[in-house]
């Protein structure tokens, strides 16, 4: 079976997924080739730090547990911060959820080197109890951490015209990474992308988190993205 990927030219190309896509690695070695290679430093303990805290998080928690599968997209400009999109399915006009996130796009790439990318956006409860009063994913402002080290925050936000552009170039993509050209975009900077499937498990009214899905349908740990209200 073939998917459509927007390349970096005006021509929609398509890639083999069966033979060409077996796992989340490809996807990454597809971004490896979008930034140019960096000696990265080992973050092996942050990510233990990360991981017992999760742990411990979701296994505190009074559950609920239920699960579905979305589209995920997580894109930039090359110069600027990256996106997080979340959609019903890859041709839905209006995404679920629509995060920018605090790193720019090339550390963010460097970061998915290292074969893990772990994000968790944690939110706060106020004495006034302001934010309880949000949905989960209607929070407006998170703290994040990226691979167990606190990089600033993200902030949800209303898709503009020129989000609904780029995510309507890549309406046909199912699964894939690639570059949208500034010629595309009418603009001066390229985008770069990464859509899948990701499994958004719901564990209770203060935690929700979205996995990846590779494209033979397994669900790994390589790429994770955590929402944690704490008390």
């Not at 989340?24 to 990510?47: A, D, G, K, Y």
């Not at 017992?52 to 505190?60: A, T, V």
């Not at 894939?176 to 975009?185: D, P």
Request: aromatic share 8%.
């Amino acid at each position: 079976m073939s998917y459509p990927t927007v390349g970096s030219t005006n021509i929609v190309t398509t890639v083999d997924c069966q033979k060409q896509v077996r796992s989340w690695r490809l996807l990454r070695s597809l971004m490896e080739l979008l930034i140019p290679t960096c000696n990265c430093v080992s973050l092996e303990q942050h990510r233990i730090k990360e991981e017992n805290y999760l742990h411990s998080y979701f296994y505190s928690q009074p559950t609920f547990i239920s699960s579905t599968v979305v589209t995920g997209t997580i894109f930039g400009y090359r110069r600027g911060k990256v996106n997080f999109c979340i959609q019903t399915n890859s041709n839905s006009a209006t995404p679920i959820l629509l995060l920018e996130l605090a790193v720019p796009t090339a550390i963010l790439a460097k970061e998915m080197q290292g074969g893990i990318l772990r994000i968790t956006l944690e939110s706060l409860a106020t004495k006034n109890g302001l934010e309880n009063s949000y949905t989960l994913l209607s929070v407006p402002v998170w703290t994040m951490c990226c691979n167990g080290r606190k990089v600033g925050f993200a902030v949800k936000r209303t898709p503009s015209k020129a989000d609904m552009n780029v995510l309507g170039l890549m309406g046909s993509v199912i699964v894939g990474a690639g570059i949208i050209t500034a010629k595309e975009l009418n603009c001066e900077d390229e985008l770069m992308y990464l859509r899948a499937n990701f499994e958004r498990v719901r564990s209770s009214s203060n935690s929700e988190s979205f996995h990846l899905i590779d494209p033979d349908g397994n669900i790994g740990q390589e790429l994770g993205i955590f929402f944690l209200r704490s008390r």
